[in-house]
């Protein structure tokens, strides 16, 4: 995913994933019996092993407390997924997250700490995509040129109209602005409509916002929208999309794994969660594990289920039960030869086809010219959403054959090294990231931000910047930070 931001399943940790697996019920936080052990005061358990929660846990850790994480999957990432098969030659597609904006600085850290490399992608990849409409291709230069200067003026300006219908909005609590119920009813797609677009303009407006949102416009909220321009609001175009982790993004989560070693237990899916006068305790399989607290680095869909003890509050209830996470699937295909870079075109593309955008995967890897390459198709929205009902290999040639259309002088060069992931169709995850339907964000915004009893939730959905990796590392930290330091002994 883009905003974070998307196959056969791989074993990614390798022996200290396999070990941490093996963990077994005497290690501390594991208790079978009504009262909890005498570390629990200092003990903190997270739920899920993708980037939140690990750097929830990493930085737990230094601070001093006991942590464990639960992963219910046999691997580490979450919604980050690095696919090293079926290709050849090394190279890779990402099945999920997939870039590192300029100021995605949390994540840059993260990989400065762990030293990993920053691949960096084309600077003007976006100056040569490929744009597809009734039919024809040309560029975005040429569309942007043969529709005149009010199509450029509005699609250039539909983000700074965002960020002055916010009117002053603070991202940290969007809920507080004196017109945030007004701007919460109403959709991206009724204020797309108020602002009087030429058809081209239009077009890429939608396509653009629906790539960002993983949704179709009528179902994200201005209010959303506008507080997520506001956050983006000092960057620029040329700092967007710009860099991978060299090697492939899942290297990060296995990395913070590997450092947290037999903290992290995997195959442990959370069924059970009981809070008590002295913390929580969880229930995952036949084990229980008791803490002082418990972050939920997990998104809504795998809350719902899991039980809770007592039952959530109404308003913490009504969140996990409504937001939902957006339709993103990636479809991934290798050519023998990289035959858009003679073309001029940088893989990028924009259609008005159902799959609607593209790039090149291995822009950011060590290539030729001449060589072998890979283009990705993202999907999101409605198409995204009948997409994830197909089989894998239905699905890989349905949006394959909109991508020949594009391309037709690539046909020759296509291999049957493919791949594809719908995040819908992925049962610890449940979609894409995040989308606020019109009517929620107000509401939801500080029931994800605050603590609930021993509770705390984490994960791109609860930061002011959401959608990316970044956000996941971003609310790990702020997550730990509010924790703060364990109990003295």
């Not at 289920?305 to 991934?332: E, N, Q």
């Not at 050519?335 to 086809?353: A, H, K, M, Q």
Request: glycine letters at 10%; proline letters at 6%.
């Amino acid at each position: 995913m883009q905003r974070a931001p998307l196959i056969t399943r791989r074993s990614l940790l390798g022996a200290a994933a396999a070990g941490a697996g093996a963990i077994v019920a005497s290690c501390a936080g594991v208790s079978g019996g009504s009262r909890p052990d005498s570390g629990t005061p200092r003990r903190v358990v997270v739920v899920g092993a993708g980037l939140a929660g690990l750097t929830a846990a990493v930085d737990l850790r230094a601070a001093g407390w006991d942590v464990t994480v639960l992963e219910a999957r046999d691997r580490v990432g979450g919604r980050v997924l690095t696919l090293h098969e079926p290709f050849s030659g090394d190279q890779y597609a990402e099945a999920g997250g997939e870039s590192i904006d300029d100021n995605h600085t949390a994540i840059q850290a993260l990989a400065r700490h762990y030293r990993l490399a920053l691949a960096h992608r084309p600077a003007d990849k976006l100056a040569r995509a490929a744009v597809f409409a009734k039919g024809e291709r040309s560029s975005l230069g040429a569309l942007l040129e043969q529709n005149g200067s009010a199509t450029t003026i509005g699609y250039l300006g539909f983000d700074q109209a965002l960020i002055d219908v916010a009117g002053g909005l603070d991202p940290e609590h969007p809920e507080r602005a004196a017109h945030a119920a007004e701007l919460d009813s109403r959709s991206l797609e009724d204020f797309l409509g108020d602002q009087h677009l030429t058809d081209a303009a239009a077009f890429l407006v939608r396509t653009d916002y629906r790539g960002n949102f993983n949704a179709e416009l009528s179902g994200v909220s201005l209010l959303f929208a506008a507080q997520q321009a506001v956050v983006d609001e000092n960057l620029s175009e040329a700092g967007v999309e710009t860099m991978r982790i060299a090697g492939g993004n899942q290297r990060l989560p296995e990395a913070m794994a590997k450092a947290l070693g037999q903290r992290v237990v995997l195959g442990a899916p959370v069924t059970r969660i009981s809070q008590q006068s002295w913390g929580v305790r969880l229930t995952a399989g036949s084990r229980s594990y008791d803490a002082a607290h418990v972050v939920l680095a997990v998104p809504p869909p795998p809350l719902r289920r899991i039980t809770f003890d007592p039952a959530l509050p109404a308003a913490v209830a009504d969140m996990v039960d409504h937001l939902r996470l957006g339709s993103a699937l990636k479809v991934s295909r290798q050519y023998t030869r990289r035959f858009w870079i003679p073309e001029g075109l940088s893989g990028f593309t924009v259609t008005d086809l159902p799959f609607a955008v593209g790039w090149e995967a291995t822009d950011s890897q060590p290539v030729t010219a001449s060589g072998p390459g890979i283009l990705t198709q993202f999907v999101t929205g409605d198409a995204a959403a009948v997409g994830a009902k197909l089989a894998d290999r239905k699905r890989i040639t349905s949006f394959g054959a909109q991508l020949d259309r594009v391309y037709p002088e690539g046909v020759a060069s296509a291999t049957s090294r493919r791949s594809t992931m719908a995040w819908a169709d992925e049962p610890f995850t449940g979609g894409g990231y995040a989308v606020f339907a019109p009517g929620q964000f107000a509401p939801f915004w500080p029931v994800l931000r605050a603590p609930h009893g021993r509770m705390w939730f984490a994960g791109e959905h609860t930061e002011t910047l959401a959608g990316y990796m970044e956000s996941a590392v971003r609310s790990g930290q702020r997550v730990a930070g509010s924790i703060g330091r364990p109990p003295p002994t």
